[in-house]
């Protein structure tokens, strides 16, 4: 079974990675103390409106997308095209304009994955939809 903390260890680790800026950052401390065992404030969104363009590719891949809004960054992860949770990181800015920065493209059968800038992810989707 998959509980909130796997899922939010998965999304703290993506971001960590792909933005090591961000890495002690003590607004994150809430999220790390939660996923310890040591805090119980955190709470996942379930379930989310799917964005069609990334969610019904019908492609067998996970994604992890990165959103500035205005007070909060919201990290997305859609796990086999279905299961969507969504964590947002209240007063965290992290990039200078709003909207998607990033999008983690996970290919778990072949074992690889790729992170793309949100404009080129969305080319390469419409492009692959197109062959």
Known sequence: ????ECLL???????IHYYPKVTYNPLLTS????ILGESENI??????PPINLIDNTGRKMHYV???QQENSLLIRMN???TFISTLQINDLKLFSTK?????LEIDYKNKKQIFFPYIQFIYKIV???KK
Do not use: A, H, S
């Open 65 to 67: 997308l990165f959103f």
């Open 127 to 129: 492009n692959d939809e």
């Open 1 to 4: 079974m998959v509980t909130q």
């Open 79 to 81: 796990l086999f095209g």
């Open 99 to 103: 909207g998607c920065d990033g999008v």
């Open 9 to 15: 260890k998965i999304m703290l680790n993506c971001l």
């Open 43 to 48: 709470k996942l969104n379930f379930p989310n």
């Open 31 to 34: 999220v790390k103390r939660f």
